[in-house]
């Protein structure tokens, strides 16, 4: 049994000389919960206040700090954990007569007072690779670029690519389309789909693809992006860290380019 506890978002780490893991029993210092879930045969808490210098053997770790630390079974486990218990504690209360609201299956939930069923919600965004070949000389072969631009909520100051919500009513396709015109004003084309990921920061749900420029100047969208450029391989900025679908984006582009430059 693993036992994933977290605080205020941040996750509880057992800490030895061999690294850091998931604690296989109830950290005895930690008694204090105010949550308790089953989750694929985990256990998954919440407290209110994070462990103290004084509990010996446990740190607190941002759960995209765990990424590093964990194995992808344990972080993506961790994650879902997390993203049930925000959910839980969001939905204490029906939203139709304000009754209260009580666990009905381990992913469910029931109003006592009319018996509206509730089920945790994933807030789904895409994500898109663009890519361009840009003339260099007659005897030369064509420079491939990709758009990459740094959002004005990056912590940071790496580079990312255009990513956005998907609205009611579209579908994946639409969005990616629609979020690249009103960030950048560009056109598209050949739009594939690449991988999707979970996105626990709090409930997301990541849907990644290609695509290729087809026309259009950059016109950047200022209350979502302060900078935009195309860049090659051997010029890119800051990229994304390993855990994130945009980094795996990036890094196929680089392996399909590296290939396609040692024919």
């Known amino acids: 049994m693993k036992y994933f506890v977290f605080c205020q978002g941040d996750l ?8 850091y893991s998931i604690p296989t029993e109830p950290p005895t210092a930690l008694k204090e919960w105010t949550t308790v879930m089953d989750v694929n045969g985990a256990k998954a808490y919440r407290i209110d206040r994070p462990i103290s210098d004084n509990d010996k053997g446990y740190e607190m ?5 765990s990424y590093c630390l964990l194995s992808e079974t344990d972080y993506l486990l961790a994650g879902k954990c997390r993203e049930l218990l925000y959910w839980d504690q969001n939905s204490k209360f029906c939203g139709v007569c304000g009754g209260p609201m009580r666990f009905d299956t381990s992913i469910s939930k029931k109003c006592e007072h009319c018996g509206k069923e509730l089920w945790p919600q994933l807030a789904t965004a895409i994500i898109v690779l663009i890519r361009r070949h840009t003339p260099t000389s007659e005897m030369a072969p064509a420079k491939e670029e ?3 631009v740094h959002a004005n909520n990056f912590r940071g100051d790496f580079y990312g690519l255009v ?3 998907v609205e009611t009513g579209e ?3 639409q969005a990616v389309y629609r979020e690249v015109m009103e960030e950048t004003g560009l056109h598209i084309t050949n739009l594939r789909y690449f991988a999707s990921q979970p996105w626990p920061y709090p409930c997301g749900l990541m849907v990644g693809f290609t695509a290729d420029y087809d026309y259009g100047k950059i016109h950047l969208q200022r209350t979502e992006l302060s900078k935009g450029a195309w860049f090659d391989r051997d010029h890119l900025p800051h990229i994304p860290e390993k855990l ?3 980094r795996r984006l990036i ?4 392996e399909e380019t590296a290939e396609h430059n040692s024919i």
């Open 146 to 148: 990709i758009l990459l």
């Open 61 to 65: 770790c941002g759960l995209r700090q």
């Open 251 to 254: 890094d196929n582009w680089l």
């Open 163 to 165: 990513a956005g919500f």
């Open 244 to 246: 994130s679908i945009a």
């Open 12 to 19: 509880v780490l057992e800490h030895t000389d061999e690294g």
């Open 171 to 173: 579908t994946l396709e």
